[in-house]
């Protein structure tokens, strides 16, 4: 079996990236972190604060994050969690008011080629 090439590790800064969340379990590749490579078609690649402003908004749009899918090993969402989030999801969700905090150091540079990083810092949570 092939081994997965990942694109290297890095965040918004050109920084070694950080693990966004090991409870819940989350990224593309399930390890934690925002990494992503050309097979991550939906670019999970913005960790996020998860709100519950922002559950109910993605449920709206037909991604219900908050509930529990065992078959998937997926606990669901709930407030306070971290969780990498697809850059056209997080856009979207800025267009309409409804985009919620992100960890710079822990969202992977590629989130850069669909958010300015002047639009995610606005929203940054890990930044004084």
């Not at 971290?82 to 999801?89: D, Y």
């Amino acid at each position: 079996m092939a081994e997965i090439q990942l694109d290297e590790s890095l965040n918004v800064f050109g920084e070694p990236l950080s693990p966004c969340s090991e409870d819940p379990v989350t990224g593309f590749f399930r390890d934690g972190c925002c990494n992503t490579n050309d097979q991550d078609v939906g670019s999970h690649t913005v960790c996020i604060q998860v709100t519950e402003e922002f559950l109910q908004y993605s449920r709206f749009v037909g991604n219900d994050l908050s509930t529990p899918v065992p078959e998937f090993g997926f606990p669901g969402l709930k407030p306070g969690d971290r969780w990498c989030l697809c850059a056209p999801r997080w856009l979207e969700a800025y267009d309409r008011n409804m985009a919620p905090k992100v960890f710079l150091t822990r969202t992977h540079r590629r989130a850069l080629e669909v958010i300015p990083l002047n639009v995610l810092r606005q929203y940054a949570a890990d930044l004084n």
